[in-house]
């Protein structure tokens, strides 16, 4: 064509256009049928050169001709479109081929031929193809043809683009119904949004209004259906689509989605769900944050343009579809609230600025919105509290102050509603807002600031309400738990997100703690499925730490919380199967039993297991009752022939406000595992709590260590103040059974700290040695479901020196006996008891009896200290008493003792003759 610039054949164009126009209209003529198909393979380059022609004669001579020649053009088009409804199978590659050179020839036609002069032929040629022609063959050609026109010069005129606009969307209206050509129908419509951006606004208004008339029905119902259905592809170029038309919506536009009509509401319907499905999967992607920040934006504009006049259009429809739809864009809010890509503090401060600069905070214009739409709801707003509860909580959870400002004083309106609606109303809030807390907290949501912001909403909101004194202050009360509830949760993730490496002992100990605490705050009466699940998470963590016993006490609280005879199926849990609620019962039990077996807590064992076979009992499963017998009996005979360490108990102080709230300067008991020590136990302790500081003394901590940033730890060891013992009054059991009383199911505990008064006598300290001693009472007897118990109660006393002396000998007396009987049966090991006896009667002889008749028996000790006389009495009477155990103690430890050690007893024999002596001087001086 570049070298075609003389016009001497200016005229040949007439030529060229009647002979295709003749092979075009003789198409069913076989012999024309053959070369057609190369003429249209050539028509693109043909129509080139008649387009050359013609302007080469009008060159020289102006506009002579035009006319004619523009009115040959549209026949040429025409017949075009004239030979596409031939249905003869034998056309169907020129057919293709006429609709694929034609696409390329547009830009070329509008030299000579007037934009809309061309819309007018092209949208006959369109009609040739009807989108109900059974000709499938020819719909991918015509959609490139479309897609062609979409994307040439011919479509950015408006007088053209205004012809052919509506043609394109109806006929891609229809292939998207029927699900024909997906691919490149969705291509077409992405090209048609593309164009319409760069529309001016007065010309994109119109051409908007076509789209929302004809196609935007049909779009969305395609995106929500894709969406069903998994087709990826599709749906990313049809919601690329639907976004690109609502950025370019007028207000106008949004009004045509909302009419009072079912088509409408199904639209409104359909569009909701879209963006859920956005909101959902596509804008979670961080390679393309700039794009998802777009996306969120639009939707975030289209939900404010239209939230409002969805709620006052729907609101007084009764119909549960209408109650869906506005609980579901209730449900959006809070969804675009709380989308990770829309949370702005955790990009760098440089990405945020230009975000907001861009768009602002979208969280916040949702929030308005939301409060918008609340507000539009008027009288109905008591059908969608319980609904909008959990959509407050999760939005308000956000780490954004703005926000927690719009939304918050929301909570308000809902305590009120649910408080005036009577019957459960107040308490199905406080379920669905512990769930939601517990859920979303747990998740990673919230921080302390939502603590804070809604505890000064709550307290400042209540009282101006329209409600009785006596409702405020049942809501306050209400919101004071919920609060509590929120910074426990918070705690527990900060446990589980901190430095102490969760699988290890340190790491147990404080989830155990937390979870304790949250399994606390659910009563096992209102809420027991939360208080269920709390129990299972610390059964878990039990067995993980091997605290057999403690998970004991677990198991069997987790089975009092079911009944036998339920059959509800409850799921799996703690490698149990699915099962009936009796089943899982049953299954709770036995772990109970087997579990106090392993921590030697027999006792505890045998007693469940009683309860558990009377039950089988009256079933008649006798094969299960021997099972359960045969383990009782086990334990019975575990308690008469184990000896079982004692376990040491320790006093832990956590002082300072480094800590979490519900440790915050709060004191505990803590049982030690076997043989554990307080070195070791201190220091199992501290790694749970990197850089608390271990406080030196016992001395109660002031102010400066109570209200500091810091933590400290005291620690000290304690002893177990025996409670009630079964079998005290019996003095032929067997010594072990009394043995697990001494330090089992007990709760209250002493430690002293030595002191002198007065002037110390350094040749007899005990005249002046006084003991503060410390009793400390737990909320729950130990063992129990927790390693530990709170103190929740402290005394303290001085023990005067001549108390100090009761006690010390009381002690070793009983000490003595228990030794002394565990040794009577042949065969065990003697060295314990030698020491022991040793020990007595050599401190007894070198003066330790003789320190306490200086200190306490002489003339002057009465005279001063009249009130210490049944003290006295009582400490000469248990110095004589010792004489009579030790006494049976050699002759148990002569019976006993081989034959190398008995010049060492004879030597004892010697001591004791002198010890026996002081006794009776001091029997007689009584």
């Known amino acids: 064509m570049p070298c075609y610039t003389c016009s001497s054949a200016a005229l040949v164009y ?33 129509l080139k050169f008649v387009v050359q022609s013609r302007c080469l004669f009008a060159r020289s001579t102006h506009t002579i001709g035009l006319p004619s020649f523009k009115e040959n053009i549209k026949l040429t ?14 056309l169907l590659p020129s057919q293709k081929m006429a609709l694929d050179q034609l696409g390329a020839c547009q830009e070329l036609l509008l030299n000579v031929c007037e934009p809309s002069d061309l819309a007018h032929v092209i949208i006959d040629v369109l009609r040739a193809v009807p989108p109900a022609s059974t000709n499938h063959v020819l719909l991918l050609p015509k959609l490139r043809f479309m897609k062609s026109i979409v994307e040439s010069k011919l479509f950015e005129s408006a007088s053209s683009r205004s012809k052919l606009l509506p043609k394109f969307l109806e006929d891609a209206s229809i292939y998207l119904r029927r699900r024909e050509e997906n691919a490149a129908v969705l291509e077409l419509i992405a090209s048609l949004a593309s164009k319409l951006e760069y529309v001016e ?91 998802s920040i777009l996306q969120a ?256 006490f677990a198991y069997l609280k987790c089975a009092n919380s079911l009944d036998f005879g339920d ?10 199967p699915q099962q009936t609620a009796e089943e899982r019962k049953a299954a709770l039990l036995m772990e109970s039993i087997s579990n106090f077996g392993k921590g030697q807590l027999w006792e505890n064992g045998i007693a469940v297991c009683e309860v558990y076979a009377k039950h089988l009992t009256e079933l008649y499963e006798y094969a299960r009752v021997s099972e359960v017998l045969r383990t009782q009996a086990s334990y019975f005979e575990s308690i008469v022939s184990v000896h079982r360490p004692s376990r040491e108990y320790f ?79 019996h003095h032929s059991a067997n010594p072990y059974i009394g043995e697990f009383y001494s330090t089992n199911v007990v709760g209250q505990f002493v430690y002293s700290r030595p002191f002198h008064k007065g002037v110390k006598d350094k040749a007899n300290e005990f005249k002046s040695l006084w003991l503060e001693r410390t009793t400390v009472e737990t909320s729950n007897a130990l063992p129990n479901i927790l390693p530990w118990g709170h103190v929740t109660e402290t005394t303290v006393r001085d023990i005067s020196p001549i108390e100090n ?10 000490e003595l006996i228990g030794l002394i009987q565990s040794h009577k049966t042949p065969g065990k090991n003697i060295n314990p008891l030698s020491m022991a006896l040793n020990g007595v009667i050599d401190a007894a002889v070198m003066g330790g009896v003789d320190n306490y008749e200086k200190a306490f028996f002489t003339a002057e000790y009465h005279d001063a ?42 030597k004892m024999e010697g001591l004791f003759v002198q010890m026996k002596k002081k006794a009776e001087h001091i029997k007689e001086s009584s």
Not at 414 to 420: F, M, P, W
Not at 682 to 699: D, F
């Open 651 to 729: 006093r832990v102080g956590h002082y300072g406000q480094g800590y979490w709230p519900f440790l915050r300067n709060k004191v505990y008991v803590y049982r030690g595992q076997e043989y554990e020590k307080l070195g070791a136990f201190s220091e199992r302790i501290i790694q749970a709590y990197p850089g608390a500081e271990l406080m030196k003394t016992n001395t109660p901590p002031g102010d400066e260590i109570l209200q500091s940033d810091k933590r400290y730890l005291q620690i000290c060891t304690v002893k177990p103040v025996p409670g009630e013992n079964p079998v005290a009054d």
């Open 201 to 291: 606004t007065k010309q994109n208004g119109e051409a908007m209004r076509c789209v929302f008339n004809i196609l935007f029905s049909h779009l969305v119902h395609f995106i929500v259906s894709s969406n069903t259905e998994g087709d990826g592809q599709s749906l990313a170029l049809a919601c690329c689509s639907l976004l690109s038309f609502l950025r370019s919506a007028t207000k106008e536009d949004y009004a045509e989605i909302i009419q009072k009509t079912p088509e409408s509401l199904q639209l409104v319907e359909q569009l909701c769900g879209a963006f859920m499905s956005l909101v959902a999967d596509s804008l979670g992607c961080q390679q393309w944050y700039t794009l």
């Open 297 to 552: 934006d639009i939707i975030a504009a289209t939900y404010a343009n239209i939230g409002k006049g969805v709620f006052l259009t729907f609101v007084d429809m009764e119909a549960k579809s209408e109650a869906d739809l506005l609980s579901t864009f209730l449900e959006l809010g809070g969804a675009l609230i709380t989308h990770s890509i829309l949370q702005l503090e955790t990009l760098s401060p440089i990405r945020r600025l230009v975000i907001e600069q861009r768009c602002g905070d979208i969280r916040v214009s949702v929030a308005e919105t939301l409060v918008m739409m609340w507000t539009a709801l008027g009288k109905h707003q008591a059908a969608y509290a319980f609904h909008m509860t959990g959509v407050l909580v999760r939005a308000t959870l956000v780490r954004e102050a703005s926000v927690r400002k719009h939304l918050m004083p929301l909570f308000i309106d809902l305590i009120v509603l649910a408080y005036e609606s009577g019957g459960d109303g107040i308490q199905d809030f406080y379920d669905e807002m512990t769930a939601s807390l517990h859920a979303l907290i747990s998740s990673g949501m919230g921080d302390s600031g939502f603590v804070a912001a809604l505890t000064s909403v709550w307290e400042e909101g209540i009282p101006k309400t329209s409600l009785s004194e006596k409702a405020k202050e049942e809501c306050l009360e209400m919101t004071r738990r919920l609060l509590k509830l929120s910074s426990l949760l918070i705690d527990y993730r900060s446990i589980r997100e901190g430095p102490v490496e969760a699988s290890s002992p340190a790491g147990l100990s404080l989830h155990i703690d937390i979870v304790y605490h949250l399994l606390q705050f659910y009563p096992d009466s209102e809420q027991p499925q939360m208080s269920r699940t709390c129990l299972l998470m610390l059964i878990e963590l039990h067995l993980q730490a091997q605290n057999w016993s403690e998970a004991g």
């Open 805 to 814: 002396g009761v006690e010390t000998m009381l002690a070793k007396n009983k």
């Open 865 to 906: 200290n009249p009130q210490d006389r049944p003290l006295v009495a009582e400490l000469k009477k248990l110095i004589v008493q010792q004489v009579s155990i030790l006494e049976d103690g050699l002759q148990v430890h002569k019976d006993q003792a081989p034959e190398n050690l008995l010049p060492f007893h004879d």
């Open 567 to 576: 059959k509800t199926i409850v799921p799996p849990a703690l490698n149990l």
């Open 14 to 46: 007439k030529k060229i256009l009647n002979n295709i126009r003749g092979y075009l209209d003789h198409s069913s003529d076989p012999e024309v049928t053959n070369a057609l198909l190369y003429v249209l393979f050539s028509l693109e380059y043909l």
């Open 77 to 90: 088009i025409l017949s075009i479109a004239s030979f596409l409804t031939n249905p003869a199978p034998t």
